[in-house]
């Protein structure tokens, strides 16, 4: 399930970047190859659809968010991150959210390489969160010092997207659980 075309995978002209409020405005990018190099986790978790389907037991293989984190340090102030995919799609995550250890950007499923409507070479896997947090065709982390809302979350769906607690549109937002909506 997403919005827009599936995107093609050329090796040699993709990135992954990490810029806006990092530690000494660093600004850090992965060729494909020095993505493949970082070390890899295994994680199994279940995936929550917001339209009420789960899929129990996947089993994810990739670069745990704590790892790139700790590559590209953010600034103290960074409270939250944007996760940018190709076209412009866009997910926010509070901090925390993001370096939850079984956060990863997954490159393989139940042992083979993402396929491309699933986010291939590269996409993020959020197991506590709503799918739409999980973000595939990744390209890009932002760094942000105030929370701002991403795709979804500016077309009326929860800005935090916790599944336990139902947290699926904007209007079940409490004061404080996000950005004002423009
Ligand atoms: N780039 C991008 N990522 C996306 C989406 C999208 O439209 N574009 N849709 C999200 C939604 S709403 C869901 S439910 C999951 C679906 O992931 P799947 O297609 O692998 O089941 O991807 C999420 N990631
Ligand atoms: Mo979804």
């Known amino acids: 399930m997403h919005y827009g075309p599936v995107p093609r995978f050329r090796p040699q002209r993709w990135d992954l970047r990490v810029y806006g409020a990092t530690a000494g405005d660093e600004r850090y990018r992965w060729d494909w190859g020095g993505f493949e190099a970082l070390p890899r986790v295994d994680v199994v978790a279940d995936f929550h659809c917001v339209t009420r389907f789960t899929v129990q037991n996947v089993a994810w293989r990739g670069v745990s968010a704590l790892t790139l984190v700790e590559a590209a340090p953010p600034e103290g102030a960074a409270t939250h991150v944007m ?35 699933h986010g291939a070479p590269v996409r993020l896997v959020v197991p506590h969160l709503y799918g739409w947090k999980s973000v595939k065709w990744v390209r890009a982390i932002e760094y942000l010092t105030a929370d701002r809302r991403g795709f979804w979350e500016e077309r009326g769906y929860h800005n935090i997207a916790d599944p336990w607690s139902e947290q699926r549109y904007s209007y079940q937002e409490e004061p404080g659980q996000g950005p004002p909506l423009g």
């Open 83 to 117: 996760v940018w995919a190709e076209y412009g799609y866009s997910a926010n995550l509070r901090m925390d959210d993001f370096l939850r250890p079984d956060v990863l950007l997954a490159t393989h499923r139940d042992g083979e390489p993402i396929e491309p409507g």
